[in-house]
Every structure is written in structure tokens, then in C-alpha cells.
């Protein structure tokens, strides 16, 4: 049931484009926490509530409208230096912005929201009076009684009450005054309705003065509802000319294609002249450019800005260090880098973590730092940058770091790992344990970064979308987690090698290089086989072995490979090439260390291997090659 | 009566909004509409293209609509370009800097087709007078 009719459609519109104004405009309230007086800050807050309101006045959202209406005039007054700003009353503004969100989540089910609680349109117009305003929980039981009152009272001004514009005109033009003071007595029951609310919330409030410490409980809705937008978004906007492009090239296509029947027709009937196959070879040549521009093409129609979902976070930095009693700036960089949409949207879990973590447990406490003799201010920054075909999201904290071995010791207190285990790890995977399902650094959750979700999540969700994810940390300097991501899942570069007659795709981003392996530089380094690469004993793994298969034969070719973790090669029997290929998932069964399958040139399916999977789920004796095979082959 | 080919120019920063006004012009017979999204580009479309009407948003960045009509009145070229000034306000002193400034119309925010589409024939009516 909809309460959009033919409406549908806008209503999209309107979610999608006010949320981005939304995020924007909370984002100039952080900064505007910086710099109160700022004339361009409070115009551009003034006009994204100016613009919210508009629209949801066509799409008759009441109690947006009516909440949207007060946020406005409170910044029109800011803005023509009729009132000033307090900060106590960022808390009362900050929480409008929350409640104007949840109202986006029940459209976006096609819902009617409900009027905003009475008790923040009270606030806001005890604000608008000039007035420091509390969210006290206390204003609560109030709502049944101002809620009605504070609906009807706004709604007027901004629908029904409507000047005699040609006759007022008219009269500018001919200078004769008298409809004018009708003009003004419309707009005039606007200031009266807030001083009726006002009277209610005085009545509720019990110290209206004590507002440096925000209740928690309309704090933690804002939070809620900002999940509640970012999950169900079905529609994508889409640059013109990038639209454009596909069209051309599905055409430029099209003509390919007819230019290969013409030549199948002449094949079919025999003419095979030189000419004829030399046409034959130039139209595949051009779809293969084609297809590759077209597939790139389509690609970047699902290319977004991850500032969509950065814009997100300072809000959430700030609120959260104002709850812990912190002084937190998260700053943002490389806000255009781009990135496919689905990636955004699973991105947004793991992000929200991290910035959390960043602040709950990366930074100090302000007399903590000032006693570090850091400045009491902690900066968080978050950054993306495209680095090759990759795409590096990283989240650095100038906090206290991480200490390797408290992590270690954490791990094995929580059985997590064994002690003899825990010594032979070096500082860098000491770091890696706290991804461990089941590893918290504190003793007691907390129940800000805790939320059920782990560090072990964080990294899961990462590695689901091909990616990883390392940490570098000093200790009383900071921390960073820097997550690598392919631009697109889309197509993949793999290298297709052949094991055992049978193809396998491993992703081409995880090979460095491809060597011929030669019996006499193998090595036995205790027990295993190895390597020297340029200096580096690399340990080399069959990839039959890894498979938990019979060799066939002994494997001509190593693969030289790099994992987050570690560099190795992989030993297999020949190779087919590289190939740009789409990955499908396996229905039903999910073999381990494969991600998928796809279809070779020639029509026959080749698996896609998933290196990690398939590394950790293999125990090392099984896969390293006995160095005792190679040297047979020599001798 | 107006050309229902009449080549309007809706000028609005919020693109919603923009699609709201082009969907009520259609409703009232107008489908030739091209959208600008401030009040520059706005000016620079005018320029270079036939327009016939304006319907514009007051409060946009970098140019708001009243400069814009500001602009409409000081062009020798545009200058007789019938402007409608779609505003969420209501007050005396927009309504007054608006018809100083040359609108040929004012409608609130939010309106219905037939609203629009008295305000257009009350324009109109004025054009052919």
C-alpha cells in the first residue's frame, strides 16, 4: 500500500537527491561547529533545508514540512544576524537532521512519517527565540499534547496562505499602496504559533539549562536512521555523456555484427578468397575493441564517488567523540575516487566500523593526549585513492597505536591461539590477530564500537569484495588500516594456467610474475621446497598439491604470487594466457578456494580460483613440493 | 491563447523540483521545457537560445532567481521575457523585491497544475494586452 500514487517515481527522485543534500548539509554542521559565524556555511545549511522542505511540500510530506520549516528560519536568522549561534543548540539542530532522516526512511518504504517528536520542535523553537534549548528525554511525555498543535500551525504558511500577487503588482506599478497590508496580514499567524509550543515545552522542561550533556536517547536515533537510508537504494543517477558512450558503442557494435553476417553469408557460399578472410579478421578485431570499450563503458555508468558515502562519516566522528568526551576531526580526502556502486554500498558496514574503531579505541582522551604531549585534538583522516587498477581506502588515527604484544597476549588469554604460536609471530601479524572472530581488545564491549560486529567482520566483508585489508601502527603515534579494492567486480584479469589438463583462472592482480622452474634452483629449506627470487626464498606450492590432486606431471611453471600476507609461487603445469573474464558464482555448492566459474574462449568452463580460501585451507605439508621431486627429474 | 510549443526554460537547483514543475507544465500542455539548474547557466541558455518563458527558483547558489531576473531586465535582448518566480515564501518583502525587480509572476511553493496554470493565463492575459 502506497500512500504515493503516481507519485512514485518523484518520490525516488527526492529521496535519492535529498539525502546527498542531507549528508551535505550535516556535514556544514560539523564545520559549522568550527566556525559558527561562517556566512557561506549558514547559507548553504539555510538553503538545503530550504530545498527539502520545497520538495517534500509537493509530495505533501507534512511533517517535513513542518520540521524542515523551523530548521530554515532558524538558519535564515543565523544567516541575516539576527541570532546567533550557541553551540549548545548544535545538539537540537544536529538531532532535526537525524529526525529529517528517519522521515526519508519511511518514504523510502512509501510511508507517511509521523510528525517529529514533540520534543525537538520544541527545542527548535525555543532556539528560534534566541534561547538555549535542551533535548531533554523529559519532553517526552509531551508530545501527544504539542505534537498536534505544532502540525497545523506550520502547515498554514507553507500551503495554503497565498498573497494576490497580480493584484499587489499592479498596484507597485500604478504606486498605490493599499494592498499591500493585506499581503503582510497573511504571513502573520506564523510567529504566533511557536510562542504556543514554547509555552508547552517551558511547562515540560525541568532545567533547560542543562544541556552540555545531550541525553542518550535522542542521540542514538540519528545513527539508526542513517543505516536505515544508506541500505535500500534501487536507483542510480548516471552522467549523461557516460550514458551516451554505451549508446554509441552498442550501436558502433550493432554495425560490427552486421558486417560479420554479410561475411558469414559469403563464407557459407564458399567465398573464401584472401580478401574475404582478411575482412573476416578485421570486423573481429574491431568487436574486440568494441566489446572491451563497451564493457568499459558500462562499467563506469555503475562508477560513483565514494564521497557519497564519506559525506556520511564526520557526523557520525563527531557525534561519537562528543559521547566518549573526545575532540575528534575526521578528515577526508580523495572524496571523488570512484568506485563501483554495489562496492559503495558494501563498503559503508566495514568504513562505518573502522571510523568508529578510529575513535572509540585508536584515539586518546583529550588529558590522555595532553599528557602525551599531543594537541588535544585528534585527527582522523580517511582517504581514497586510485592506485593502478586498485583503489586504496585508508584510515589513519594520530592515536596511542597498537601494541603488538597486548594483542598477543589478548589472543592467547582468549584461546584464540597457542602460546608457541603467539612467539614465532612477528610484529605485523601480531597486528592481524585482532582480526580473529572473537578478538576485542577491551575487556568489556563497548557499546559504541561493539555493536556485535567484530574487526573479524570488517574483514570478511572486505575480502568478500576481493579486497584486503592491512594494518601499520606505532605505538604512540598512531594507527592506519589501509583496505585495497579492485575497482569493479564486474570483470576480472585473470591468468588461466593449466594443471592436471585442466584450466584454472587465478585473478591477475595477485601475480607478480611468471618464472620457468628450474630443477637446480630449487632448494630444500627445512623440509620444503623454496626458491630464490632476486634474493628472496620464496616457497613454492603445487598447485595439484593445493587442490589436494595427483600430479601428472612435473610442473614446468611457477607463478610468483602475493597475497596480503606472504609471497609464493605457484607451481603448475603450463599456461593458456590472460583473459578479462565475468566471474560467475556457483549455485548451490561452494567448493573451497573456488570463487567461480567462467567460460573460456572455446566454450569449456574454467574454474576461478580464490587464492586465500584455498591457501588457508590447505595445511602446508600438503601443498609445499617435496624437494625430493625435482631432484629426481634432474638426476 | 499561448503556443503550446512555447519554449519554456525552468530554472531550479534541485533537480526533483525541476522535474516537478516540467511535469506540471506537461499536464497543462507544455511539453517543450529544457531545465537549467542556477541562475548562470540559466543566463548563459537564454542567451544563446529562442526562449519564450522563465520559470525560476528564488534561492539557488551561485546565482539566486532574482539576479537572475535582475540580469532578464537589464538584457536589451531578454528583457521582455515573461518571468514566473517560484519561491517557498510567502512573505511581503520577497513578493515586493520581486515585482520591483520585473517578475511577471509569483507562485508558492507548493502548487498544483491548476494554480500554475492560472498564474500562466493571468501572464499571458498581460502580454497580449
Known amino acids: 500500500m502506497s500512500e504515493f500514487g503516481g507519485m512514485e517515481d518523484l518520490l525516488q527522485d527526492f529521496l535519492t537527491e535529498s539525502s546527498e543534500l542531507l549528508s551535505e548539509v550535516d556535514n556544514k554542521l560539523v564545520e559549522l561547529e568550527k566556525r559558527p559565524n561562517d556566512k557561506n556555511l549558514l ?26 520549516h523551523r530548521t530554515e528560519n532558524l538558519f535564515d536568522k ?101 494592498p499591500v ?20 515545552a517551558r511547562a515540560v522542561m525541568v532545567e533547560p539549562m542543562q544541556s552540555l550533556k545531550p541525553a542518550p536517547a535522542p542521540k542514538t536515533q540519528p545513527q539508526g536512521g542513517m543505516q536505515q537510508v544508506a541500505a535500500p537504494e534501487t536507483t542510480i543517477r548516471i552522467d549523461t555523456v557516460r550514458l551516451d558512450q554505451v549508446l554509441n558503442l552498442s550501436g558502433e ?18 567465398k573464401m578468397d584472401t580478401g574475404t578472410l582478411k575482412a573476416l579478421d578485421e570486423a573481429i578485431s574491431q568487436l574486440d575493441l568494441l566489446v572491451g570499450d563497451l564493457q568499459n563503458a558500462v562499467m563506469k555508468t555503475r562508477m560513483q564517488p565514494i564521497g557519497r558515502l564519506f559525506q556520511k562519516y564526520p557526523r557520525l ?27 559503495l554500498e558494501d ?121 584486503r585489508i592491512d594494518i601499520n601502527s606505532a605505538v604512540g603515534e598512531g594507527s592506519r588500516f589501509s583496505i585495497s579494492l579492485p575497482l569493479t567486480l564486474a570483470i576480472l584479469p585473470v591468468l588461466v594456467v593449466r594443471v592436471c589438463d585442466q584450466p584454472f583462472a587465478v585473478p591477475l592482480a595477485m601475480v607478480r610474475e611468471i618464472i620457468p622452474i628450474d630443477a637446480k634452483q630449487v632448494q630444500e629449506v627445512s623440509g620444503r621446497a623454496t626458491i630464490v627470487v632476486r634474493d628472496e626464498i620464496l616457497p613454492v606450492k603445487s598447485l ?4 589436494g590432486w595427483q600430479e601428472t606431471q612435473v610442473p614446468h611453471f611457477g607463478v610468483l604470487m602475493q597475497t596480503a600476507e606472504h609471497s609464493f609461487i605457484l607451481a603448475v603445469d603450463s599456461f593458456v594466457g590472460r583473459d578479462d573474464v565475468v566471474i560467475k558464482p556457483l549455485q548451490n555448492i561452494r567448493p573451497n578456494g573456488v570463487a567461480g566459474a567462467t567460460l573460456s574462449g572455446d566454450g569449456s568452463v574454467v574454474l576461478v580460483l580464490d587464492m586465500e580460501s584455498l591457501l588457508a585451507s590447505s595445511t602446508a605439508d600438503a601443498s609445499s613440493l617435496k624437494t625430493s621431486r625435482f631432484i629426481t627429474h634432474a638426476a | 491563447m499561448a503556443d503550446s510549443n512555447m519554449r519554456f526554460l525552468v530554472v531550479d537547483d534541485f533537480s526533483t523540483m525541476r522535474r516537478i514543475v516540467r511535469n506540471l507544465l506537461k499536464e497543462l500542455g507544455f511539453s517543450n521545457v529544457e531545465e537549467a539548474e542556477d541562475g548562470q547557466v540559466a543566463l548563459h541558455k537564454l542567451k544563446n537560445g529562442n526562449y519564450e518563458f522563465v520559470v525560476t527558483d528564488w534561492n539557488m547558489p551561485n546565482m539566486t532567481g532574482i539576479e537572475l531576473l535582475r540580469a532578464i531586465r537589464a538584457d536589451a535582448q531578454l528583457k521582455h521575457l515573461p518571468v514566473l518566480m517560484v519561491t517557498a515564501e510567502a512573505k511581503k518583502e520577497n513578493i515586493i523585491e520581486a515585482a520591483t525587480a520585473g517578475a511577471s509572476g509569483y507562485v508558492v511553493k507548493p502548487f498544483t497544475a491548476a494554480t500554475l496554470d492560472e498564474k500562466l493565463k493571468k501572464i499571458f492575459a498581460n502580454m497580449n494586452k
Not at chain 1, 497590508?181 to 508547552?200: D, F, K, L, R, T
Open chain 1, 347 to 467: 563498503l559503508n558496514d566495514p568504513l562505518v566500523h573502522l571510523v568508529r574503531n578510529a575513535v572509540d579505541h585508536g584515539v586518546e582522551t583529550i588529558e590522555e593526549r595532553i599528557a602525551a604531549g599531543k594537541s588535544a585534538k585528534a585527527v582522523v583522516e580517511l582517504s581514497a585513492t586510485q592506485v593502478g587498477d586498485h583503489i586504496l581506502i585508508e584510515i589513519t588515527d594520530d592515536g596511542r597505536g597498537m601494541r603488538p604484544d597486548v594483542i598477543r597476549k589478548k589472543a592467547i588469554e582468549k584461546g584464540l591461539i597457542d602460546v608457541e604460536t603467539a612467539n614465532s609471530l612477528d610484529e605485523k601479524q601480531s597486528l592481524q590477530l585482532i582480526f580473529l572472530p572473537g578478538f576485542s581488545t577491551k575487556d568489556q564491549i563497548s557499546s559504541i564500537s561493539g555493536r556485535g560486529v567484530g574487526m573479524d567482520v570488517v574483514k570478511t566483508n572486505i575480502m568478500k569484495l576481493n579486497g
Open chain 1, 78 to 178: 543565523l544567516r541575516n544576524g539576527e541570532l546567533t549561534l550557541s553551540l549548545e543548540n548544535m545538539d537540537v539542530i544536529m538531532a532535526a537532521t537525524g529526525e529529517v532522516r528517519e522521515m526519508f526512511g519511511a518514504l523510502s518504504q512509501k510511508r507517511q512519517p509521523p510528525p517529529a517528536p514533540a520534543h525537538i520542535l520544541a527545542a527548535l523553537d525555543l532556539v528560534l527565540q534566541g534561547e538555549i534549548a535542551a533535548l531533554a528525554p523529559v519532553a517526552a511525555p509531551a508530545a501527544p499534547v504539542a505534537a498536534p498543535v505544532a502540525a497545523p500551525a506550520t502547515a498554514a504558511p507553507a500551503g495554503g496562505s497565498e498573497p494576490d500577487w497580480q493584484n499587489l503588482y499592479d498596484n507597485l506599478l500604478d504606486k498605490a499602496p493599499t
Open chain 1, 181 to 200: 497590508p493585506a499581503v503582510a496580514a497573511e504571513p502573520a499567524p506564523v510567529p504566533a504559533a511557536p510562542a504556543v509550543i514554547e509555552g508547552e
Open chain 1, 317 to 343: 566522528a563527531r557525534d561519537l567523540a562528543r559521547q566518549l568526551g573526545k575532540d575528534v576531526e575526521l578528515v577526508l580526502t580523495g572524496e571523488e575516487t570512484e568506485l563501483d556502486k554495489t562496492m
Open chain 1, 43 to 68: 547559507n548553504d545549511i539555510f538553503r538545503g533545508f530550504h530545498t527539502i522542505k520545497g520538495g517534500a511540500g509537493f509530495l505533501n510530506v507534512e511533517a517535513m514540512v513542518s520540521l524542515c
Open chain 1, 544 to 547: 595439484a598439491g593445493l587442490l
Open chain 1, 253 to 270: 557494435i550493432g554495425l560490427t555484427k552486421n558486417r560479420l553476417t554479410t561475411l558469414r553469408s559469403d563464407i557459407m557460399a564458399g
